[in-house]
């Protein structure tokens, strides 16, 4: 990755909205402020690849539930006095001019946070979302964007036909220029008019594998005086819906090839799918990779203490205290979770707690912030700071899909069980007697 500065160059992340698909996860943050492999939020993603790509001019723009995100955003990133760096967080607010306050989508958040970054000496804007797991060198896509001289550049990855029905596709001249868009596309013929050779995709030094679709990542660069005149001349809200299909007939709009690990974190299958897929042996997505480390708040915690512990295929995250016979086996441990003794956890995320709680030997019945011993976890999300008692039973082993999202305790989501934040439960709580 790129080790000189950018100062011609800023990145704005977007927040997205509410993230209804990621509840109840986002009850109570925003999408970009979900915890991520036990240590990290999806925020820092972003973050970290414009940081190791030179970028350090970095705006997160948000309006639904952005305290905790703020304050993870204002300890994890400061900047030295000199490098003129920083992490900006741009909430909506009410303002005194009228249809300036809540954002419409997209392109309405960025045209009403214009006056922060059209400013001269910025050169580029590179636009990225909150929301997703990739490493990437955002200087070989600002390269891609000058060099072929384009008003605006998309980073698109190769799929195969099924995969591309889920995703807009773009069909390109020889040169690589998008000609035309396709969302979503479901028929064969929608899908046969946004063909891409795959000869031209291997002759471009990716392998395409038969791979015969470019699939938008909805990351984007612009020239900072077409995405001002874009977003001033028209009433858009939404980049990936409106902008960029409309910027095709008027614009240049290139395509930058991309072929790394990428996932879209905007559901809760595919949150659990892509953490449990981190603690595997040989993880598609490395958190060790030495020259693009991945950053977040430092928390000064001590090492992960355990006892006679049996684990595999797992991440355990610092500040632990594990008791003896504990089994966990294909989960993710977050910081500062206390494990009691003769506990077993399969295929689970635990996200672990905030702080450490005081010991109150005054209230004997009161259930400790912990997992209490004797209980058995699988296939679940266990939120953060929550109390769970002895002996309690979390399984969805009736395999529901969905239950009431209005539950206080715990709700299933695509199948996962999501103990909700701060819940309490009782010794002995099972899921399968106490949800209906």
């Known amino acids: 990755m790129g080790n000189l500065q950018m100062r011609n160059a800023i990145a704005l992340v977007l927040g997205g909205g509410k993230g209804s698909r990621l509840s109840p996860l986002t009850s109570i943050r925003s999408k970009p402020a979900v915890p991520l492999g036990g240590m990290y939020r999806l925020i820092d993603i972003p973050i970290s690849n414009c940081i190791n790509s030179g970028i350090e001019q970095i705006f997160v723009l948000t309006q639904f539930m952005s305290v905790s995100l703020h304050g993870h ?3 994890a990133y400061t900047f030295d006095n000199f490098s003129g760096g920083f992490v900006e ?27 922060y970054f059209d400013q001269p000496g910025i050169d580029y804007v590179v636009i990225l979302s909150g929301d997703q797991l990739y490493r990437m060198n955002y200087g070989d896509l600002i390269a891609t964007h000058r060099e072929s001289g384009a008003d605006v550049t998309i980073s698109c990855m190769p799929v195969d036909r099924q995969a591309a029905r889920g995703f807009g596709v773009m069909r390109l001249d020889n040169t690589g220029r998008i000609k035309g868009f396709v ?4 028929t064969d013929e929608e899908i046969d008019s946004v063909r ?3 000869a031209w995709i291997d002759a471009r030094g990716i392998q395409s594998k038969g791979r015969d679709c470019l699939a938008s990542m909805g990351i984007y660069v612009f020239n900072r005086e077409v995405l001002r005149d874009v977003l001033n001349s028209n009433p858009f809200a939404d980049f990936g819906k409106e902008v960029f299909p409309a910027a095709i007939e008027t614009r240049h709009v290139q395509t930058h090839l991309f072929d790394g690990y990428w996932e ?13 897929a981190l603690a ?8 060790t990779t030495p020259d693009a480390p991945i950053y977040t708040r430092a928390r000064f915690l001590p090492p992960t203490q355990m006892s006679n512990v049996r684990v595999s295929r797992s991440l355990i995250s610092n500040g632990c205290i594990i008791g003896d016979g504990v089994m966990i086996e294909n989960s993710v441990i977050g910081l500062r979770t206390i ?17 450490y709680e005081r010991n109150d030997e005054s209230d004997s019945n009161r259930v400790p912030m912990a997992i209490g011993s004797g209980s058995f976890i699988q296939g679940c999300i266990i939120d953060k700071n929550c109390c769970i008692g002895k002996n309690v039973n979390i399984i969805n082993e009736t395999a529901r899909d969905e239950t009431n999202l209005e539950h206080p305790i715990c709700v299933i989501r695509d199948g996962i069980p999501i103990v909700i934040k701060g819940a309490v439960l009782p010794d002995g709580w099972s899921l399968e007697s106490e949800i209906a």
């Open 73 to 75: 955003i204002r300890r």
């Open 89 to 115: 967080l741009l909430a909506a607010q009410e303002t005194a001019s009228p249809g300036t306050d809540w954002y419409q989508g997209t392109a309405d958040a960025v045209r009403k946070n214009l006056r």
């Open 183 to 186: 969302e979503k596309p479901q």
């Open 196 to 198: 891409t050779d795959p």
């Open 264 to 276: 879209d974190i905007g559901t809760i299958r595919s949150f659990y799918d892509c953490n449990l």
């Open 280 to 287: 595997q042996d040989s993880p598609v997505f490395n958190f």
């Open 339 to 355: 494990i009691e003794p003769n506990v077993t956890i399969k295929d689970s995320i635990i996200m672990g707690c905030d702080f």
